[in-house]
């Protein structure tokens, strides 16, 4: 049912910029073809759980988890940086954040 | 050592080898090196691993058998080895989590498994293949090309696991461990022959669990036995506090379960939404015959109705993608791993869309778009919302049915391992594969997947489902136990001995 296509490759442009991807043409034709697919077939959500069904975020109740107050060891920042794709003084290099013009 | 002796010692249990090493009759390191070289023999056609330690579990085994030879104390599994998912941090070996966007990235830390694994004594042999971030049911989306079933190579092995059950099919390792977020260690387990739990939500440390949805995700062990799983389960088990999601409780008996193999009395519940239309000929064959052999070992048997299984599905594909895309938001080529276009005029946003871009694979970024979506302003209420209020229904629906039995089964999988390429360009028919084995996840209660025969139609293998309450790991393991010593004992065999030579 191709014709009843209700995600465009426009709004999977703008998901893909929300999630910070950069999609190719083609990516984005196909996505919008399968995001359509999956999304009429996840609706059946809606068929049943009325308003006085509770939500479930968790199997577990979430509460509050504390520890003794004491110091344990953490990793060196030379650890951590050893994974980093690029350091300068013992930081994580990035690129610039704010357009200099 | 003669390949006969090699043969032997890949060939046995865990359990075995554990006796027989802290006995003297063969050292770690004797152990190791035959799994080793199988591994050399055979995983160029499997592919079950993505890393291979030889120097490093050789050194592990050597300093097991230092500790023996010195009278000290060692763990259960002490020289056992044991292949360990790519989604598990262990300092300085590379781990990927199955995606080009982690290539060449070594953690610093251990995770809490590899942590319980060390206090056993296992020797960790590599990191095994999986989809890329555990996203998949067929090892096809992994970054590094797909793991092969030992049973028939032009086939999958299931996933995300592929390559732990593979590794363990295969005779690579007596024991993996695998992570379970909607069927990741069961699915693998049933197409591939092998055993595979899916312990309580909260039953195994996620610390170091590279996240996937962090509601669903739990790890858990893959072995050629029952008992050799409840071993395992027992090894990496227990309370972490560095997860807060770890529960507080000793794990349950489940080795002593295993040995029990007892379900006189006990009453076994069929879940009437997990069979019949949409399941292969031949799975639902087995699986009624292995439901008689539990009838004349003593259970009784009955139907349960769940009818919000039908929607578990459904949900499951708005919560896993909607936590994904917040987990996967750390992979931005800052920290860790790949940073592409960084070309020193780009920006740290065009940095980041270009690394992911370039890092993730094509069923990673579908999910990430889903939950987006599912996620967003206008789209909440009608997708992750209507989600999480289903969730609630899945979990009711557990909560009457064991009120009412003590165990809940159905097949693992609709059907028999599929060919490469088979559901790849339709999503959806790739997702119907966890249709069964979803609704735990979902609820965060317990099953295991283990082998009941081959489908006449194809020869290949098909799994049970066994289905607990949170916190009854146990019974699964008395049930699998004792179906599968019946079987045994009408085979002659374990299932997985009718593999083919590799």
Redesign the interface.
């Given at each position: 049912m191709s014709s009843q296509t209700s995600i465009s490759t426009e709004q999977v442009a703008h998901l893909a910029n929300l999630a910070r991807m950069t999609l190719t043409d083609d990516e984005l034709t196909r996505y919008a073809d399968q995001l359509d697919h999956i999304l009429h077939a996840v609706a059946r959500v809606g068929e049943v759980a009325a308003d006085e069904v509770p939500a479930m975020s968790h199997p577990q109740p979430m509460v509050n988890v504390w520890r003794e107050d004491v110091v344990t060891p953490g990793l060196s920042a030379e650890d951590v940086l050893a994974g980093a794709p690029a350091a300068e003084d013992e930081r994580f290099r990035v690129p610039r954040i704010l357009d200099g013009e | 050592m003669s390949a006969d002796g090699q043969r032997s010692l890949t060939r046995s249990t865990a359990a075995a080898l554990a006796a027989a090493i802290v006995a003297g009759d063969v050292t770690a390191l004797e152990v190791t090196n035959a799994h080793l070289a199988r591994i050399d023999e055979v995983d160029p056609a499997v592919h079950a691993f993505l890393y291979i330690d030889h120097e490093g579990a050789r050194a592990q085994a050597a300093a097991i058998d230092a500790k023996i030879a010195a009278g000290e104390p060692v763990g259960p599994l002490a020289g056992v080895p044991v292949a360990l998912k790519d989604i598990f941090t262990q300092v300085g070996i590379p781990t990927t989590a199955g995606s080009r966007i982690l290539e060449g990235?070594?953690?610093?830390?251990d995770s809490g498994v590899v942590d319980r694994l060390r206090e056993a004594g296992c020797v960790i042999l590599g990191k095994t293949n999986m989809d890329e971030f555990a996203m998949g049911s067929s090892t096809e989306h992994s970054g590094y090309g797909p793991t092969h079933n030992p049973w028939d190579l032009e086939r999958i092995p299931g996933g995300s696991g592929g390559g732990s059950a593979a590794a363990v099919a295969a005779y690579e390792a007596p024991l993996a461990v695998g992570t379970d977020t909607g069927g990741s260690i069961r699915q693998p387990g049933a197409v591939t022959g092998t055993v595979g739990v899916k312990p309580t939500?909260?039953g195994v440390s996620r610390y170091g669990l590279i996240a996937l949805a962090s509601?669903l995700d739990q790890a858990g062990p893959v072995a050629r036995t029952v008992m050799d799983a409840a071993l395992l389960h027992a090894a990496i088990g227990g309370h972490d506090?560095r997860d807060?999601?770890s529960?507080a409780q000793p794990v349950p008996d489940v080795v002593g379960a295993a040995h029990k193999a007892d379900v006189r009395g006990l009453k076994i519940g069929l879940v009437r939404q997990l069979m019949g239309e949409g399941y292969q000929a031949g799975v639902s064959q087995r699986f009624d015959e292995a439901v008689e052999i539990l009838r004349e070992l003593g259970a009784e048997v009955v139907e349960v109705s769940c009818p919000?299984f039908e929607?578990a599905l459904?949900?499951y594909?708005?919560i896993l993608p909607s936590e994904a895309?917040s987990n996967l938001a750390r992979f931005?080529?800052?920290?860790?791993?790949?940073?592409a276009g960084?070309d020193?005029d780009?920006?740290?946003?065009?940095?980041?869309?270009?690394t992911?871009?370039a890092g993730?694979g094509d069923e990673v970024?579908?999910r990430?778009?889903?939950g987006?979506?599912a996620l967003?302003s206008g789209y909440y209420d009608?997708?992750y919302?209507?989600?999480?209020?289903?969730?609630?229904?899945v979990?009711n629906d557990f909560a009457a049915a064991f009120d009412q039995v003590d165990v809940l089964l159905s097949p693992t999988t609709p059907t028999t391992a599929f060919k490469f390429g088979e559901k790849l360009a339709d999503?959806?028919a790739m997702?119907l594969n966890d249709i069964a084995t979803i609704p735990v996840n979902?609820?965060?209660?317990c099953a295991m997947s283990l082998p009941i025969g081959l489908a006449p139609e194809d020869g290949l293998p098909v799994g049970l489902q066994i289905m607990a309450p949170?916190m009854a790991d146990d019974r699964m393991y008395n049930v699998g136990s004792a179906l599968e010593a019946a079987l045994v004992n009408r085979w002659g065999h374990h299932l997985i001995e009718e593999a083919p030579a590799l």
């Open positions: - | 990235w070594r953690p610093p830390y939500y909260g509601s506090a807060s999601t529960i919000n929607y459904a949900a594909y708005l895309s931005d080529g800052m920290r860790f791993g790949l940073r960084d020193g780009a920006n740290v946003e065009q940095v980041m869309s270009a992911r871009a993730f970024k579908r990430i778009m889903l987006t979506y967003s009608a997708y919302g209507q989600a999480q209020k289903v969730r609630t229904l979990a999503p959806v997702y979902l609820a965060g209660n949170a």
